[in-house]
Each structure stands twice: as structure tokens, then as C-alpha cells.
């Protein structure tokens, strides 16, 4: 791995997905990873999968600027508001995505039980071709992605502490992702995914 690299275009038919290693440099990555740790309001929410109702295998949270709630797998979500930290870090995204974010989906995945099963970005009130920015603190985990009809093409990454996975243009409409669970021992991983809620 090129610790100093920029970039990497991950060049997936039907996507448009970009990986930046070192996004966020180590000492502040750190000092990120304990604000978010200690101050926010971590919760756990039922999913239900297939008729059957499971506490959700991460905990969660969610900030907005517009106060508009995010559902998913039949939860609802209403948004804390933005606190300076996550503002410092989503204008700096922002530079990067060329877009301007309204939420954030904080997910806290405490070992490596705790999980994000195969899913798309794709909720109607992220409108058509959303943009996604995937920002990763402490443990790095692998990120898996599989296209939809083309069941030969899969890819798998390690989001490291610090970077920074951009989705955007049709890898939703064509592509799922997934963080799977893990028998390795390892520490508590913080994701904050910045969408855009029309």
C-alpha cells in the first residue's frame, strides 16, 4: 500500500467509487475517534429482516442541518444537530465530493460481531445517483461490494483509520456493499456517512 497516495479510482463497471487512504492524518483521526466515542448519544435500534425483529448488530447515530428524519430498514431516524467537529469534517468532504451534505449517519461498530449486512444506499429521499461519503475512524474493517446482476464481479477493501470511500454517479442503482462480521479480535470502528436528504 502507498501511504502517501492521493487517490485510488477503484474503476468498477457501473460505479463511481473513489478510496482516500489518508484523508484525515493520524492525530487528528484519533482525536476525532474520542470526541465522537464519548459525546454522542449512541443508540440501538430493532431491525426487522425477512418478518423477524433483530436489536441492529451496531449502534447509531444521526445529525442534519434541515431536520429531516432517514428511514431504513423500517427504522426512522430524527437528526441531532450538527456538532463542530462533524462541521469541520463535512466541509472538508465537501471540497472533495463537490457536494453539500445536509446529514450524517454515525454508525459505531464495537467488535467484530457488530456488522452491516449487503444493502444500497438507495432510500428514495436520497434522491437519484446519490452522493456518499464514507468516513472511517479507529479499526480498519473490509468494506465488500458485489454488483447486482453481474454476479462475477465483486471487490473488497480496507477502509483504514483516517480515510475516506466516495460513492457516487450509478454504484447504487448497480452495486451493493456490506461490512461483514469477524472472527479476529479486534477494536471499535467509527464510520460517518455523509448523504444528502432532499
Given at each position: 500500500?502507498?501511504?502517501?497516495?492521493?487517490?485510488?479510482?477503484?474503476?468498477?463497471?457501473?460505479?463511481?467509487?473513489?478510496?482516500?487512504?489518508?484523508?484525515?492524518?493520524?492525530?487528528?483521526a484519533?482525536?476525532?475517534?474520542?470526541?465522537?466515542?464519548?459525546?454522542?448519544?449512541?443508540q440501538?435500534?430493532?431491525?426487522?429482516?425477512?418478518?423477524?425483529?433483530?436489536?441492529?448488530?451496531?449502534?447509531?447515530?444521526?445529525?442534519?442541518?434541515?431536520?429531516?428524519?432517514?428511514?431504513?430498514?423500517?427504522?426512522?431516524?430524527?437528526?441531532?444537530?450538527?456538532?463542530?467537529?462533524?462541521?469541520?469534517?463535512?466541509?472538508?468532504?465537501?471540497t472533495?465530493?463537490?457536494?453539500?451534505?445536509?446529514?450524517?449517519?454515525?454508525?459505531?461498530?464495537?467488535?467484530?460481531?457488530?456488522?452491516?449486512?449487503?444493502?444500497?444506499?438507495?432510500?428514495?429521499?436520497?434522491?437519484?445517483?446519490?452522493?456518499?461519503?464514507?468516513?472511517?475512524?479507529?479499526?480498519?474493517?473490509?468494506?465488500?461490494?458485489?454488483?447486482?446482476?453481474?454476479?462475477?464481479?465483486?471487490?473488497?477493501?480496507?477502509?483504514e483509520?483516517?480515510?475516506?470511500?466516495?460513492?457516487?454517479?450509478?454504484?447504487?442503482?448497480?452495486w451493493?456493499?456490506?461490512?461483514?462480521?469477524?472472527?479476529?479480535?479486534?477494536?471499535?470502528?467509527?464510520?460517518?456517512?455523509?448523504?444528502?436528504?432532499?
Amino acid at each position: 500500500m502507498n501511504l502517501f497516495s492521493e487517490k485510488q479510482n477503484l474503476n468498477l463497471p457501473d460505479s463511481d467509487v473513489i478510496y482516500y487512504p489518508n484523508f484525515i492524518d493520524n492525530e487528528n483521526a484519533n482525536a476525532f475517534f474520542k470526541t465522537f466515542k464519548n459525546s454522542i448519544p449512541w443508540q440501538q435500534d430493532d431491525i426487522k429482516v425477512f418478518g423477524k425483529v433483530y436489536a441492529q448488530p451496531r449502534l447509531t447515530a444521526l445529525y442534519g442541518n434541515n431536520s429531516k428524519p432517514y428511514s431504513y430498514s423500517n427504522i426512522t431516524m430524527q437528526p441531532h444537530e450538527f456538532t463542530k467537529e462533524l462541521i469541520a469534517i463535512k466541509e472538508k468532504i465537501e471540497t472533495k465530493a463537490n457536494t453539500v451534505f445536509t446529514t450524517c449517519l454515525l454508525n459505531l461498530y464495537r467488535d467484530g460481531n457488530d456488522s452491516n449486512g449487503w444493502h444500497a444506499d438507495n432510500e428514495k429521499e436520497l434522491g437519484k445517483n446519490p452522493v456518499i461519503a464514507s468516513l472511517t475512524l479507529g479499526q480498519e474493517r473490509f468494506f465488500h461490494l458485489k454488483h447486482r446482476t453481474k454476479k462475477e464481479l465483486k471487490h473488497k477493501l480496507l477502509l483504514e483509520h483516517g480515510s475516506l470511500l466516495l460513492m457516487q454517479g450509478e454504484t447504487q442503482h448497480h452495486w451493493l456493499h456490506q461490512i461483514p462480521k469477524t472472527a479476529k479480535p479486534i477494536k471499535e470502528r467509527i464510520n460517518l456517512t455523509f448523504r444528502v436528504i432532499k
